[in-house]
């Protein structure tokens, strides 16, 4: 429940405007929004996961500005900040573009909400700032063009791969991943995926392997996604914006190769791993291999015997494991 949310509104002296929609950037599925009117509501969410859950819920959702006609005004907006500082100041800068009322930041201590209250004075006047559950929210007038410093002018480049502020290993490749890599056998049949193909590192390595016709690149978030897409222009690649956990291949793969999440916000969920794997051994022909890495104190090994029948470690150091197993089982029913 978005208790200061709630406070702002109810005593605290935001008036959002009688008519307009409101833009309510990343708000986290379990978020209550009760305290805005549902209909003039549009969620800005490219979280895959927390965009299905809010429309299932009824709202109106795209996944970020970029999807917005040109002209597009706001009412009001709400920004919940995510953790990353660089994307923190993207998005309350591309709510500032795009409202013409008040812009309301709401977020955690833990995720610097006082930070940005900071800096922000410096660039435009902000209400007083009113604190509730381990956090603050504040508000000040949109409209007005005063963050475009926040916008990076164009998308960055690390070690020649294009990223974006957020997305996981943004500042480059990720030392886990690179692992994997060196671990993958010169062959890896005609189709493949890569399940949380993030920025496409894995996806760019894989279409360097002889044989492969057809990747398809899944990942929830979609701004690493539009990063794969600048990072993997090939003809066989296929990209989804879609949950893996979900996903159904066209046909099935002969090999799944991923390094796969295993933090849902800020808790680690192992649990999400574990759902990944399952999906892998769902997708793969029945002589199909996975090739995966993880941290080493993860618990993947028991679901892996249990959906493959040969699982072995070929790779590793004190950090980080790398798994491969073949032969998909079934799933029990
Ligand atoms: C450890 S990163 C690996 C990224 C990339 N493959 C690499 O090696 O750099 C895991 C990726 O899974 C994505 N992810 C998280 N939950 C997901 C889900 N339910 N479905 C698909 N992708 C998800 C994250 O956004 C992240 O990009």
Partial sequence: MSLRLSLALDAGGCVLP????????????DLDLSALPK???LILQPQRPDFESFEAAGFTCLPGVADLPAEERFAASVVFLPRAKAEARLLVAQAEAVTAGPVLVDGAKTDGIDS?????????????PLSKAHGKIFWFQGGNNTLAEWIPAALSKVEGYVTAPGV???DGIDPASALLVASLPEKLGRTVADLGAGWGYLSSQILSRSGVELLHLVEADHVALGCARSNVQDARAQFHWADARK??????VNTVVMNPPFHAGRSAEPELGQAFIAAAANMLVASGHLWMVANRHLPYETILSE???AVSEVAGDN???VLHAQRPRRAKR
């Fill in 168 to 170: 996981f290993s943004a």
């Fill in 39 to 41: 209909e003039r509501v």
């Fill in 307 to 309: 959906r493959f029948a």
């Fill in 319 to 321: 950090r980080f494991k």
């Fill in 116 to 128: 940005i209250l900071k800096h922000l004075r410096k660039l435009t006047e902000t209400s007083a």
């Fill in 18 to 29: 009688d008519e307009g929609r409101i833009a309510v950037f990343a708000p986290r599925a």
């Fill in 247 to 252: 996903w159904s291949a066209p046909e099935q």
